[in-house]
């Protein structure tokens, strides 16, 4: 096992360094205190901190922590653990090939595995779809279809394609918004096939450590109700529900329930969801009132939720899916997509419609 896989474990050549070790998982989480020590510590900073901590001083310890860290997080099961876990890893990433691909020539030879572009690229396939040139302004230029598959998640009016000089198919970018991209696809490698399937005899081993993370976020209340309405993060499909609604449109029973409990589940109350339907056609106060409260489990024994991408398929109110529907975090429900886009968004650029922020 090499510094290098240790350094960056989402590498394939990491994987099969591991796979050629014979590394039993179930044997290592059993017998080996250090390596779950480290995975936990891992997952833990991820959630803090935002990175995964310091490399742990044997090469061993730090590339094996990275699948009992995946294990962890998968055994918790909750997306915005994953979301954070995955962004974590990809920042402590990105921050340590930015510092070795700048690094002086005198740095460089003091190690004797060290990753180049060239071998980045080429792990994420972005070899062909990625064109060094000349130039002060540009050094790079992107496929766009490459650039639009790894911008999907970037904030900022800047990544936007409508604001790039686009020609000939390609995309111009510097060495600094090139190093963003590659560390958007590390953050896709390490979401990549989580939650992992967990066998219950690793399972029983890592409860205490599960148990840990639990408390961790539940200390730091991640996974608290949503009280923000920011219409322009909304899933495709409600902000198309809600521009209906906002244009007086007829909607069917269903789009109506969909809508109403999307819109109580981030924090809108009765009266601010009936003041909202007041403009469709057949309004009436009394029984728009009682149905939202019945949603909302005040005139009934169930709280209802919104209706999940599948049911919203169903019903064909599932329409316009963009990037983070289809590739970025394959999500299966309207609230987990709204929740992923205000996790990435830039707290201090919300503006909550209900203060009058939202022209709409």
Same mark, same amino acid.
């Given at each position: 096992?090499?510094?290098?896989?240790?350094?960056?474990?989402?590498?394939?050549?990491?994987?099969?360094?591991?796979?050629?070790?014979?590394?039993?998982?179930?044997?290592?989480?059993?017998?080996?205190?250090?390596? !779950?020590? +480290?995975?936990?510590?891992?997952?833990?900073?991820? !959630?803090?901190?935002?990175?995964?901590?310091?490399?742990?001083?044997?090469?061993?310890?730090?590339?094996?922590?990275?699948?009992?860290?995946?294990?962890?997080?998968?055994?918790?099961?909750?997306?915005?653990?994953?979301? #954070?876990?995955?962004?974590?890893?990809?920042?402590?990433?990105?921050? #340590?090939?930015?510092?070795?691909?700048?690094?002086?020539?005198?740095?460089?030879?003091?190690?004797?595995? +060290?990753? &180049?572009?060239?071998?980045?690229?080429?792990?994420?396939?972005?070899?062909?779809?990625?064109?060094?040139?000349?130039?002060?302004?540009?050094?790079?230029?992107?496929?766009?279809?490459?650039?639009?598959?790894?911008?999907?998640?970037?904030?900022?009016?800047?990544? #936007?394609?409508?604001?790039?000089?686009?020609?000939?198919?390609?995309?111009?970018?510097?060495?600094?918004?090139?190093?963003?991209?590659?560390?958007?696809?590390?953050?896709?490698?390490?979401?990549?096939?989580?939650?992992?399937?967990?066998? &219950?005899?690793?399972?029983?081993?890592?409860?205490?450590?599960?148990?840990?993370? *639990?408390?961790?976020?539940?200390?730091?209340?991640?996974?608290?109700?949503?009280?923000?309405?920011?219409?322009?993060?909304?899933?495709?499909?409600? +902000?198309?529900?809600?521009? *209906?609604?906002?244009?007086?449109?007829?909607?069917?029973?269903?789009?109506?329930?969909?809508?109403?409990?999307?819109?109580?589940?981030?924090?809108?109350?009765?009266?601010?969801?009936?003041?909202?339907?007041?403009?469709?056609?057949?309004?009436?106060?009394?029984?728009?009132?009682?149905?939202?409260?019945?949603?909302?489990?005040?005139?009934?024994?169930?709280?209802?939720?919104?209706?999940?991408?599948?049911?919203?398929?169903?019903?064909?109110?599932?329409?316009?899916?963009?990037?983070?529907?289809?590739?970025?975090?394959?999500?299966?429900?309207?609230?987990?997509?709204?929740?992923?886009?205000?996790? &990435?968004?830039?707290?201090?650029?919300?503006?909550?419609? *209900?203060?009058?922020?939202?022209?709409?």
């Amino acid at each position: 096992m090499k510094a290098l896989h240790a350094r960056y474990p989402f590498l394939s050549a990491a994987r099969e360094a591991v796979e050629a070790a014979g590394v039993d998982l179930a044997e290592l989480v059993a017998s080996d205190s250090a390596v !779950v020590e +480290r995975g936990l510590e891992r997952v833990e900073w991820a !959630v803090t901190e935002g990175t995964v901590g310091e490399p742990h001083r044997r090469t061993r310890v730090e590339l094996l922590s990275y699948p009992v860290a995946r294990v962890l997080v998968s055994l918790v099961d909750e997306h915005i653990l994953l979301r #954070r876990y995955a962004r974590a890893e990809a920042a402590t990433a990105y921050d #340590r090939f930015s510092d070795e691909l700048t690094a002086t020539a005198e740095f460089q030879s003091t190690r004797t595995e +060290r990753l &180049d572009l060239q071998a980045l690229l080429t792990e994420f396939d972005l070899a062909g779809h990625v064109h060094a040139v000349a130039g002060e302004d540009e050094a790079y230029r992107v496929d766009v279809g490459t650039y639009l598959e790894h911008t999907a998640g970037q904030w900022g009016d800047e990544w #936007r394609l409508v604001n790039r000089p686009l020609s000939d198919g390609q995309v111009p970018i510097d060495e600094d918004e090139l190093l963003l991209i590659v560390r958007q696809a590390v953050r896709r490698r390490v979401e990549d096939g989580l939650p992992l399937s967990v066998p &219950d005899a690793i399972a029983a081993e890592l409860e205490d450590e599960a148990e840990r993370v *639990r408390e961790v976020l539940a200390d730091l209340d991640l996974t608290r109700d949503i009280d923000t309405v920011v219409p322009d993060l909304f899933p495709p499909c409600m +902000r198309h529900l809600l521009d *209906r609604v906002q244009k007086g449109d007829h909607l069917e029973h269903h789009s109506r329930f969909a809508i109403a409990a999307f819109l109580t589940s981030i924090g809108m109350t009765t009266d601010e969801i009936v003041e909202l339907f007041q403009v469709n056609p057949g309004f009436g106060e009394e029984a728009t009132r009682y149905q939202v409260d019945h949603i909302r489990g005040e005139t009934s024994p169930t709280e209802y939720s919104a209706p999940a991408c599948a049911t919203m398929q169903s019903y064909g109110d599932c329409v316009n899916k963009d990037d983070i529907c289809e590739d970025v975090i394959n999500e299966s429900h309207p609230l987990n997509y709204y929740e992923h886009r205000l996790e &990435d968004a830039d707290e201090e650029e919300l503006v909550d419609w *209900r203060e009058g922020g939202d022209d709409e």
